[in-house]
Nanobody
């Protein structure tokens, strides 16, 4: 089964930047959208950003103006550029890819922002 491989998490001070990447272990076709979610400690998983197959993009209000989602068509791979990070951005970040008939989740990558 195809797996989503995430990378780029880590620890950074407030105001810093990180770039997350998510690539499938094998090529995926018929993708509807690719997205990022996050789960802060002790909280439920929440939506962060989405990029559709027509490059339509949506962001959660909490990250607008600070995070940028993008993709390239190799495999394809989705990225999340996170700038001006805040302590409240601390969470496990999950990649999500939805095809026409099923969806996949990544294993998660930890992002920790210190004040």
């Amino acid at each position: 089964q195809v797996q989503l491989l995430e990378s780029g998490g880590g620890e950074v001070g407030a105001g810093g930047s990180l770039r997350l990447s998510c690539a499938p272990s094998d090529r995926l076709d018929n993708i509807n959208f690719m997205a990022w979610y996050r789960q802060p400690p002790g909280q439920q998983r929440e939506f962060v950003a989405l990029i559709g197959n027509m490059n339509n993009i949506n962001y959660a209000d909490s990250v607008k103006g600070r995070f940028t989602i993008s993709r390239d068509n190799d495999k394809p791979t989705v990225y999340l550029q996170m700038d001006n990070l805040k302590p409240e951005d601390t969470a496990t970040y999950f990649c999500r890819v939805v095809m026409s008939s099923y969806g996949l989740w990544g294993q998660g990558t930890q992002v920790t922002v210190s004040s």
